[in-house]
């Protein structure tokens, strides 16, 4: 049984205090569960597309792919950026694209225990940071660290304390720049520090500054959540971008059939008014001129569902 199946099994099954109501009872189901009377969430499905998403030989190409399709976002990596600002802003004049995040291409890691290490991590986010804000980028997306980066600090108290800190400089950075950070947490496979949405919106709690958010993404959170719509939930204000993959082999949504399911996850962010994109980052097995079309027209047939 996993994680989610044991979960939902143990709610169903337990008696609270007193034993006069059940988790069972159907009216605290329907009201633990979202369902009855809503009204209709006018939120707008904001798809954006990361560099390599859509077919084409260069960036003119895909960009014309992706307005057929009417996707809004465009997601570039972080590595050399501040060299590429004229290129994307030429390139997205007169389109009805914007940039949405940036994705990483810092240097370094945050939680080294080297101090070179550290600041080349600052020194990168900084110059990505800048380049982000000329864009008009919704954010730069910042994972502490990942397993095999080291030497590393450990899982301690001292070291969340020391990344707020040092994330509250940042912040203070980004916001001069008109942009922000945002905390990627990233499944137990990939990263040795944050893993949970809730963790990341935590430490923006605790931080209190603008220039910090955190994100959400679909693949990560089918290893590490119970719950697509409480993980989102749980991020609330701090929310600022989400990314999403197919949930067994990271492909194109769709690619991995009935697993591909994100209705819960929408309908989180229907409830959030969540107003910034839900970003493509995957990769994808067939044809994409075929592949693309069919999970964009999954993904939006979802959200009015949700």
Known sequence: MNRRNFLKTSLSGTVLAGGAIGMGSPALLSSCQGEGKQKKS??????????GTAPGETLKDRLDFMEKLGIVG???????LAGRVKEFQ????????????????????????????????????????AAAGELGSTGVILVPG???????????????????KELNLLGDYAKEHGTCVILEPLNRGEAFFLRQVADAASICRDINNPGIQCMGD?????????????????????????????????????????????VEGF??????????????????QGDKEIIVPASVQLLREQWEKA
């Open 74 to 80: 465009l997601e570039p990596g972080g590595r050399g």
């Open 218 to 262: 679909f693949w990560h959170m089918t290893f590490e959540e119970a719950s697509d719509k409480g993980a989102f939930i749980s991020a609330g204000k701090y929310l600022q971008h989400v990314h999403i993959a197919s949930r067994k082999r990271r492909s194109m949504p769709s690619e991995d059939g009935e697993a591909d399911n994100y």
């Open 267 to 284: 309908s989180a962010l229907k409830a959030l008014n969540y107003g910034n994109y839900v970003s493509y980052e995957c990769g994808c």
């Open 146 to 164: 990942f397993n095999g980066q080291k030497p590393a600090m450990p899982h301690t108290q001292e070291t969340r304390d020391f990344l707020c």
């Open 90 to 129: 030429d390139a997205l004049k007169g389109r009805n694209i914007k940039i949405s995040a940036i994705c990483a291409g810092f240097s370094g890691f945050i939680l080294s225990t080297d101090e070179a290490v550290r600041k080349e991590c600052i020194d990168s986010m900084k110059s990505i940071l």
């Open 42 to 51: 006018n939120v707008e499905l904001k798809l954006s597309f990361q560099e």
